[in-house]
C-alpha cells in the first residue's frame, strides 16, 4: 500500500539557491579550483575577497584580478583575514591541509559558514555540478561519492532539455512580474498563482510532452514563449481580470471563439 506521506531518506543534502548577492565572501587559494569557485561567485553577483600568493595563482584567477572583478591580497591567508562580520562565507582550495584544517577551525569558532575543498568533513556545504542557461541553474549533487558521477549525470540532463528553455523560463518571469503589477495586492494571491499556472500549464502541454498531445490542440509552444513580445503579454494579462486563459492567436489576432474559462483544474485546455 502506497504510505501517506512521503518516505524520509536521511543521509542527503539541504539544496538550496543560497542569495549571496552583494555578500562579502572570502576564497583563500587561487588555483584551479579557486578559479571555478570563483566564477560560481561572480555568477550569483558575491563580492568576491582572493587571498593568495601572486606566484601560485591560476590563468583564470590572474584574469579576475587584472579585471578588478575581485579584490586580491597577494599573500598567505591570516587569521585577522576573518576580522570582519560582513563575511558570509569562506571558501579554501589550497594545497596546504594544516591551513586548510586551521581556517575551518576558525571559522567554526566564528560561526562562518565554510567549504575546505578537499575535506569533506569540514565542510558546511558541498559544490555541485552546475547547469545554467539563463534563469535556469540545475545542480546535481552526489553527496560525496562521486564528483565527476555528478558532472556526467549533469551533462546527461543539460542534453535533454530543450534549447530554448531558459529564454522561455526568462519570459515567464517578466509575465510573472508584470501580472504582480496588475494585481498587486495580497488578496489577489490565490487568484495570481492559479491563473499564472493555468498560463504556464498551457506551455508545458506543448513542447515538453509533445507527441503523446498530439490529438488536444495545443495553444503554446515553448517558442512561442520565447517568441513573446511586450505587446503579447499586456494583451494576455488582459485576461487576469475576468479569469480566463487565452489561446495565443487570441492574443495575436483577437479573435475570440476559441476562449475558454479556466476552471481551476490545471489539465489540459482543449479548444475544438
Ligand atoms: C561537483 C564538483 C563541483 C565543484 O567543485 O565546483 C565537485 N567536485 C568536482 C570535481 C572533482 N573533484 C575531484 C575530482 C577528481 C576525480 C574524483 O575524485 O572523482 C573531480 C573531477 C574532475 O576534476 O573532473 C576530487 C575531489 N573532490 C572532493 C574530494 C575529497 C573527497 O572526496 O574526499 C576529492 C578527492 C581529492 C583527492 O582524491 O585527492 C570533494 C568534493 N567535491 C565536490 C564537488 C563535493 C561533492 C560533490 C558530489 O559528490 O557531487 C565535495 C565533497 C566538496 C566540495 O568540493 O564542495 C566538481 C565537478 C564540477 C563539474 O565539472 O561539473
Ligand atoms: N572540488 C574539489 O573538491 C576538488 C577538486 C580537485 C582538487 N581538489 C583539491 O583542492 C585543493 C586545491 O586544488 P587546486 O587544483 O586548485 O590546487 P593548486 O595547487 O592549483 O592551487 C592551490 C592554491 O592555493 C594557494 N595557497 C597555498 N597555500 C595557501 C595559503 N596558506 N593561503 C592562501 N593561498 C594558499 C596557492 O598559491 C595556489 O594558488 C587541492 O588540495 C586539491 O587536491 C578539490
Redesign the pocket.
Known amino acids: 500500500m502506497a504510505e501517506k506521506f512521503p518516505k524520509v531518506e536521511g543521509g542527503g543534502s539541504l539544496i538550496l539557491a543560497w542569495q549571496v548577492k552583494n555578500k562579502k565572501v572570502l576564497v ?9 569557485r570563483v566564477l560560481n561567485l561572480l555568477n550569483a553577483d558575491a563580492k568576491v575577497t582572493v ?3 601572486r ?4 590563468d583564470e ?1 590572474a584574469y579576475r584580478i587584472d579585471h578588478r572583478e575581485v579584490q586580491y591580497f597577494d ?3 591570516e587569521p585577522s583575514d576573518l576580522d570582519d562580520d560582513q563575511i558570509t562565507m569562506v571558501l ?6 594544516e ?2 584544517s586551521q581556517i575551518w577551525k576558525l571559522c567554526k569558532e566564528r560561526k562562518i559558514a565554510a567549504n575546505i ?2 575535506v569533506p568533513p569540514e565542510c558546511d556545504f558541498y ?1 555541485g555540478s552546475v547547469h545554467r542557461d539563463g534563469p535556469l541553474q540545475i545542480m546535481v549533487s552526489t553527496n560525496g561519492n562521486g ?1 565527476k558521477m555528478a558532472n556526467i549525470v549533469r551533462r546527461r540532463i543539460a542534453a535533454n532539455l530543450p534549447p530554448n528553455i531558459g529564454n522561455a523560463i526568462a519570459k515567464v518571469g517578466e509575465l510573472r512580474k508584470k501580472l504582480r503589477a496588475v494585481a498587486p495586492g495580497n488578496d489577489q494571491g490565490p487568484k495570481r498563482m492559479k491563473w499564472y499556472v493555468a498560463v504556464v500549464m498551457l506551455f508545458k502541454s506543448t513542447k515538453l510532452t509533445y507527441s503523446r498531445m498530439s490529438n488536444v490542440c495545443l495553444q503554446w509552444s515553448l517558442e512561442d514563449l520565447c517568441d513573446m513580445e511586450e505587446e503579447d503579454m499586456s494583451q494576455l494579462l488582459q485576461y487576469y481580470t475576468p479569469d480566463k486563459v487565452p489561446s495565443l492567436n487570441q492574443i495575436r489576432l483577437g479573435d475570440d471563439p476559441d476562449e475558454w474559462k479556466f476552471d481551476g483544474s490545471f489539465g489540459w485546455a482543449c479548444v475544438v
Do not use: H, M
Open positions: 583563500v587559494g587561487g588555483g584551479e579550483v579557486a578559479a571555478g587571498i593568495s600568493p606566484d601560485g595563482l591560476n584567477v599573500r598567505k591567508f579554501t582550495a589550497v594545497d596546504d591541509p591551513a586548510s575543498a578537499d559544490f564528483p
